[in-house]
């Protein structure tokens, strides 16, 4: 099952760390850096049922806005 209630121990900090990660690259290469990030994750999670839900749930948002 998918969580998606704030289930970060560090929130800011997270949030800072994944800023930071972003500063100084062009606009292709922080795309870039996004897709291998969450290649990464993706297989940290491993899951293929949580993967899908967690796409969809993203697509639903982001058409949404």
Known sequence: MLE???NFN???ESY???IKAHE???DAESHAM???LILI???QIGDHSIIADALSLAR???AAT
């Open 34 to 36: 996004n897709a291998r």
């Open 60 to 62: 639903k948002v982001a």
């Open 10 to 12: 560090r929130p800011d």
């Open 41 to 43: 994750l993706m297989n």
């Open 16 to 18: 800072a760390l994944l």
């Open 24 to 26: 100084g690259l062009s």
């Open 4 to 6: 998606t209630r704030p």
